[in-house]
């Protein structure tokens, strides 16, 4: 068990390389990493059931406490990224299978990943764990509805097919998640800590799938793509600070919005692009999932060096436990 977790701390720490490597496997091996494309929405079930035993009724106590950072934060999460999402791909003439991959992930929850970028971001970090959680519980139900409204004029799309692969890979696994950990747990406490293996390999086998199959389009149109998902993830992140800003609230809680608006639960986006339109949508999905960690990582590093104003709060937010589930 101990080796385990010392290979869950080794990936947890060098997650946004490893991702990087998955991308680059699927350049150097297309057809033999095609191969997974068709597993990508069990591979996200089992990420989202790993994310469920991480989740506790106590981080959805916040909402009542703080509201209103809440429900700004999670209105941001749903609207600024959409409509960046949407205003990007149009800008940059994205052809329509692309402008829909960069409206999914747009309209996907926040990233699950970003807790852990807050925690080293000296944010609130009780904050962040609950956008995550309400956002993905609010998923099926919102997500369709974005997709069509944004994206349903460029290609056809069923926002009842959406919402039904959306209770299957992630409602209905967090929630088993979370009623097993209620359930036992010791149990699941005890193997907590190897989590982030089993979060980390899923994704890089998502990313590695899903470039493999797009190996020709990332080489053609790639860089164009890159371009389109650096802005929206960037753009993301100041837009959410900004928001914080408006909102009156404390720089921590600033730092969460601000993370938690940009990064994207881009693994739920490429799954239900390779399942509902074709694999070319699920590029901008990769190619996010590749560069927000990265970009994640840059900001936690700059954040870090800077205490925020209400540091006391954030030391008390930052015991609210933090572990990767993306």
Do not use: C
């Amino acid at each position: 068990m101990t080796v385990i977790k010392n290979i869950a701390d080794f990936v947890g720490r060098w997650f946004a390389l490893l991702v990087l490597a998955g991308a680059a496997v699927g350049l150097a091996v297309p057809d033999q990493a095609a191969l997974v494309a068709p597993h990508v929405s069990l591979l996200l079930g089992v990420i989202m059931f790993g994310m469920g035993l991480t989740m506790r009724p106590v981080d959805f106590a916040i909402v009542a406490k703080h509201p209103k950072a809440v429900v700004l934060g999670v209105l941001a999460q749903y609207t600024v990224m959409p409509l960046l999402g949407w205003g990007i791909a149009h800008a940059l003439g994205l052809p329509p299978l692309l402008v829909v991959g960069m409206v999914l992930v747009g309209s996907a929850p926040g990233g699950t990943a970003s807790n852990v970028i807050v925690y080293l971001a000296r944010g609130d970090v009780a904050l962040s764990v609950a956008m995550t959680s309400i956002s993905t519980m609010l998923a099926p139900f919102v997500t369709p509805l974005l997709v069509l409204g944004l994206a349903g004029s460029s290609l056809p799309v069923s926002a009842s097919d959406l919402f039904l692969s959306i209770l299957q890979v992630v409602l209905f696994p967090v929630v088993a998640g979370l009623l097993l950990r209620m359930a036992a747990k010791r149990f699941v406490e005890r193997i907590l800590p190897v989590l982030p293996l089993v979060s980390v390999v899923g994704i890089v086998l998502v990313v590695a799938a899903v470039v493999g199959a797009n190996a020709d389009a990332v080489l053609s149109t790639g860089l164009l793509v890159a371009l389109a998902v650096v802005l929206h993830n960037s753009l993301g992140l100041g837009l959410g600070y900004l928001v914080g800003m408006v909102g009156g609230m404390p720089e921590s809680a600033r730092r969460a919005v601000s993370v938690e608006v940009g990064m994207q639960n881009s693994g739920l986006a490429a799954a239900l692009a390779t399942a509902h339109f074709a694999p070319l949508a699920a590029l901008p999905a990769a190619l996010f999932s590749v560069w927000h960690n990265l970009s994640g990582a840059l900001v936690a590093t700059y954040w870090a060096r800077r205490a925020p104003r209400d540091a006391a709060g954030t030391e008390e937010a930052a015991s609210t436990e933090a572990s990767p589930r993306d």
